[in-house]
Structures are given as structure tokens and as C-alpha cells.
């Protein structure tokens, strides 16, 4: 190869370097996201529970106010949540469970695991007893295809018990002592943010956040999934124009090339 030919051969493998970095910074971005939550990490507004798998009032959450929260609010970019552990001493199966849901985490499946602990408390398939309670989540892993003797290992798994004692701590130190509680943040709110505690009905929910998303210092960051729907234009686009780059910079070197050997002498 001769050496034009070398240095247009590098030109254009720098150019593909480029866009490869940049769309791989994107796609790491995205799997930063954490496990346990729910929509646009951009939203204008966050939500934080700290709940309890074994709690009553929990249950009643999960079932009659969150499926309209996540079609109304989450879904369509308004809210982010976050969910975090906080089982109560009166609860040790609920404790387990915890661990449970961690550990499907580490296989992709947290919120399969937690739809199906919440929804096997409410049907009565477990609770009080931690012993029987734990037989019922491994049949809990059968069913969600999880690996067994991965899930099994990382139950046993001191790190895994400290995940939930952190969980547990955070709490505290936020005062909250009860199940279930919720931190809200936005925009202009306060740093600590609002609590919100016991399970309320959607209407106070809808009323509450609202009132929020109403209360935006910045319109623009009040438009659902604005921030990822921006971000994800900015990679299109300078992929495009990367990729546009490349064929003009490609062609362009190889007809000047190919004009240069053509005239050159034999």
C-alpha cells in the first residue's frame, strides 16, 4: 500500500473511532440507569419510596395507586422513581423478600421479582413466617426463569444483606420510621425534598404532583422525557453527520487518489 493510500486508510479508521466513542458513551449512560427505577432519570420530578414487601399498607399502594402513577406520570416522562428497601423489625419475611429482589437484579429482573413478591403478599401466597416465605420466593425464581444456584449464592451473600442494611440507614437518616414513605424532588423544591407518607389514593397523588409540575422554574424541563428525547437527538445527530463525514472525507480521498494514480506515469 502505498503511503497516501496508508494515511487515507487512517483517516477513515479515525473517523469510525470517533463514532464509535460517541454512540458507546451513550449506550453506557444508558445502563448506568439504576435497576430499581422507574422512567426518565431526566424527569422534572423524582419519587423515592422506601417500602416494605410484608406491609399492608404498602400492598394497597401497589395495588390501587401506582398502576395509574406509572401510566399517568412515569410513563410519559413527568416522574422518575426510585424504589428502596426499608423492611420493618415486625416484618422478617418481608426482610427476605428484600433480599430476593436484590438478588434478581443481578440477573436483569428486579421488577419482575418485585411485582411478583408484592403481588403473591396480597393473594396471601406468603408472610410471617420467614422459612415458608422463602420456599415460595425460590418457586418465585423458577417461575421468572431466573438461575438458581446464582440466585441462591447471591441471597447467602453478606453484600447482599449489607445492600439492604444501607437501604435501611438511608431511611433513618431521613427520618422516616414507617412504610410506606415517599421523598419528592424538583426543580426550585426543597433540598431534602418533601415526604409523603402511608399509602395515598392516586387523587392525592395527581393533586400533589400537579401542583408540582405546575410550579416548574424552567418550562422546558417540565416537557416529558424532554431531557433523554434531547440527548438521544444529539447522538443521532452527530452519528449522522460523523457518518456523513466519513463518506464525503472516504470519497473524496479515494477520487483524489484515484485521479493520482491515473495521471501518474507508468
Not at 42 to 57: G, H, K, L, R, W
Not at 137 to 155: H, I, K, M, P
Not at 203 to 229: I, M, N, V, Y
Request: proline residues 7%.
Amino acid at each position: 500500500m502505498t503511503p497516501h493510500r496508508q494515511r487515507a486508510a487512517a483517516a477513515l479508521l479515525f473517523l469510525f473511532m470517533v463514532i464509535a466513542a460517541l454512540m458507546t458513551d451513550h449506550a453506557q449512560a444508558q445502563n448506568d440507569a439504576d435497576p430499581r427505577g422507574l422512567g426518565d432519570p431526566n424527569a422534572p420530578i423524582v419519587i423515592i419510596e422506601y417500602s416494605d414487601y410484608e406491609c399492608p399498607a404498602c400492598a394497597s399502594f401497589v395495588r390501587d395507586a401506582k398502576p395509574q402513577l406509572i401510566a399517568e406520570y412515569i410513563e410519559t416522562g413527568k416522574v422518575y422513581y426510585l424504589y428502596r428497601d426499608n423492611p420493618l423489625p415486625q416484618h422478617p419475611a418481608g426482610r427476605i423478600a428484600a433480599i430476593y429482589a436484590h438478588c434478581a437484579v443481578r440477573q436483569g429482573q428486579f421488577w419482575p421479582m418485585h411485582r411478583r413478591l408484592f403481588q403473591g403478599y396480597i393473594d396471601g401466597e406468603w408472610g410471617g413466617d420467614p422459612s415458608a416465605s422463602e420456599r415460595v420466593f425460590r418457586r418465585y425464581g423458577d417461575e421468572l426463569g431466573l438461575d438458581s444456584g446464582a440466585l441462591q449464592e447471591c441471597v447467602r451473600d453478606p453484600t447482599t444483606e449489607q445492600a439492604i442494611a444501607a437501604d435501611i440507614e438511608e431511611a433513618r437518616n431521613r427520618g422516616l420510621r414507617g412504610t410506606p414513605a415517599y421523598i419528592l424532588r424538583w426543580p426550585g423544591g426543597p433540598e431534602r425534598g418533601d415526604v409523603l407518607t402511608g399509602a395515598q389514593s392516586f387523587g392525592t397523588w395527581r393533586a400533589l404532583l400537579d401542583e408540582r409540575l405546575s410550579a416548574q422554574p424552567d418550562p422546558a424541563t417540565a416537557s416529558p422525557g424532554f431531557g433523554a428525547q434531547a440527548s438521544l437527538f444529539i447522538y443521532l445527530a452527530l452519528g449522522a453527520a460523523g457518518g456523513l463525514a466519513v463518506l464525503v472525507v472516504g470519497g473524496s480521498i479515494l477520487w483524489w487518489l484515484a485521479r493520482r494514480d491515473h495521471s501518474s506515469p507508468m
